[in-house]
């Protein structure tokens, strides 16, 4: 069974920065491309970053894209989302999510979820 923790997340100013982790069981797991995603109270689950198996494509909406970076180390089972240049509008929970299929910006199509973290950045 896949598990997956996310962690990292807080208050933070406008402009500052974060790093969110997500910790996912088994070692199946690297063979997963990984996604994260994100849901304001209200909104609609948007994209925000995916990442090949092996790490070596990313993929970025424009609204991430120059401020967000997402990594994996597969070694440690661990998917990264480091997060520059904070809005107020990217306040919400985030979510790691992965699938056995081809990474993507459609959250429906990720199989496996974690239980989120909550970012607020405040102005």
């Known amino acids: 069974q896949v598990q997956l923790v996310e962690s990292g997340g807080g208050l933070v100013q406008a402009g500052g920065s974060l790093r969110l982790s997500c910790a996912a069981s088994g070692r199946i797991v690297s063979t997963y491309a990984m996604g994260w995603f994100r849901q304001a109270p209200g909104k609609e689950r948007d994209f925000v970053a995916a990442?090949?198996?092996?790490?070596?494509?990313?993929y970025y909406p424009d609204s991430s894209k120059g401020r967000f970076t997402i990594s994996r180390d597969n070694a440690k089972n661990t998917v990264y989302l480091r997060m520059n240049s904070l809005k107020p509008e990217d306040t919400a929970v985030y979510y790691c999510?992965?699938?056995?299929?081809?990474?993507?910006?459609?959250?429906?199509?990720?199989?496996?979820w974690g239980q989120g973290t909550q970012v607020t950045v405040s102005s």
């Open positions: 999510a992965a699938t056995e299929d081809l990474y993507g910006n459609n959250w429906r199509a990720y199989k496996y």
């Open positions: 990442i090949s198996w092996n790490g070596r494509s990313a």
